[in-house]
């Protein structure tokens, strides 16, 4: 058990540019969360996956965001045409509700600089 | 649907005072509940859950916390503060069947005074 693993942990780019986000789960953890967390605001639920199936989306997630997870093990959260907005900590969790400890894993999040 | 409340966005105490954060939940199925820890510039640490078993729970670095159904308290508490303890601590719930999403409070900063 790794843990989970976000990359990358930093990244700044300019207004209107595409970014890319990649979230490494727990092996076994079949479902996957992503979260947006802007500053002195807890988590915000934005979209989750089981194995590859993307179940639920937020009202948070308009159009310029997507988010994949092709073969049920790592995802990642795309944002198009970036907007000063879009500035946060990007958390990805995952989980095994199977599991009686239902303990979500989160990863140590990627953070957004829009400039 | 689901919500969390923490009352008080600071909390101030000093080392070695009892801490308590405060969290009251809504939830329209039984819940599970979580606390997690916050640290700068870091991921969400699972600090105890709460997941239908003994309502009262204990958990990591000296943390505990009683789920109340009556009163939809989950208050986190901890006997003696240390100042490696500061951080930001946040309340989650999640329903106990379908999503498991969890949905957090707004977080409480627990400030520890030397």
């Known amino acids: 058990d790794t843990g989970v693993s976000q990359d990358p942990r930093h990244k700044i780019t300019k207004r209107g540019q595409n970014v890319t986000f990649r979230c490494d789960p727990i092996s076994e953890h079949n479902r996957l969360y992503w979260y947006r967390q802007t500053l002195g605001q807890g988590p915000e639920f934005l979209t989750y996956f089981q194995n590859e199936a993307q179940l639920e989306k937020s009202r948070l997630l308009s159009d310029r965001f997507s988010a994949e997870r092709p073969k049920g093990s790592f995802s990642t959260l795309e944002i198009q045409r970036t907007e000063q907005g879009d500035s946060a900590m990007y958390l990805c969790?995952?989980?095994?509700?199977?599991?009686?400890?239902?303990?979500?894993?989160f990863g140590s999040g990627t953070r957004l600089t829009v400039v | 649907a689901q919500s969390v409340t923490q009352l008080g966005s600071h909390v101030s105490v000093s080392e070695g005072a009892l801490v308590l954060l405060r969290c009251n939940y809504s939830?329209?199925?039984?819940?599970?509940l979580f606390w997690y820890v916050q640290y700068p510039n870091q991921g969400l640490q699972l600090l105890l859950k709460?997941?239908?078993?003994?309502?009262l729970v204990k958990g990591i670095n000296g943390f505990e916390a009683e789920f109340k159904k009556s009163e939809t308290s989950f208050h986190l508490t901890k006997p003696s503060a240390h100042m490696s303890d500061a951080a930001e601590y946040f309340c989650?719930?999640?329903?106990?069947?379908?999503?498991?999403?969890?949905?957090f409070g707004r977080g409480t900063s627990l400030i520890v005074h030397p």
């Open positions: 939830s329209s199925v039984p819940p599970y």
């Open positions: 989650a719930v999640t329903p106990s069947g379908g999503s498991y999403i969890p949905t």
């Open positions: 709460y997941t239908s078993a003994a309502t």
């Open positions: 969790a995952s989980v095994l509700p199977s599991r009686s400890d239902y303990g979500y894993t």
